[in-house]
Nanobody, 118 residues
Framework: VQLVESGGGLVQTGGSLRLSCAAS????????MGWFRQAPGKEREFVAA????????RYADSVKGRFTISRDNAQSTVILQMSSLKPEDTAVYYC????????????WGQGTQVTVSS
């Protein structure tokens, strides 16, 4: 599966952004999906994940209550709606896919930059 993120940009503290991940190559319902981010000088970290059916989600504590992950398998799209953004949310955000029989994310997009100004 190929993944392409979009929707990043520059936003002020307290603002919102909507990231999209478009999948192609295989049906999206074959994968659990996740969003990760990597800030300059830091390791990549988990942000949010959603099961293949959309019935279960989980979030990093740092974004819980501010970010929402959703998916539309018919449109082969995964969305990360981000609100109440903080400067510490500044990072490159990556979409990732995990096969239902796998324990790791094997497929990654190229990333989209999110910058939150103070």
């Amino acid at each position: 599966v190929q993944l392409v993120e979009s929707g990043g940009g520059l936003v002020q503290t307290g603002g919102s952004l909507r990231l999209s991940c478009a999948a192609s190559g295989r049906t999206l319902s074959s994968y659990d999906m996740g969003w990760f981010r990597q800030a300059p000088g830091k390791e990549r970290e988990f942000v949010a994940a959603i099961r293949w059916s959309g019935g279960s989600t989980r979030y990093a504590d740092s974004v819980k209550g501010r970010f929402t992950i959703s998916r539309d398998n018919a449109q082969s799209t995964v969305i990360l709606q981000m609100s109440s953004l903080k400067p510490e949310d500044t990072a490159v955000y990556y979409c990732a896919a995990r096969s239902l029989l796998s324990s790791s994310y094997a497929y990654w997009g190229q990333g989209t930059q999110v910058t939150v100004s103070s």
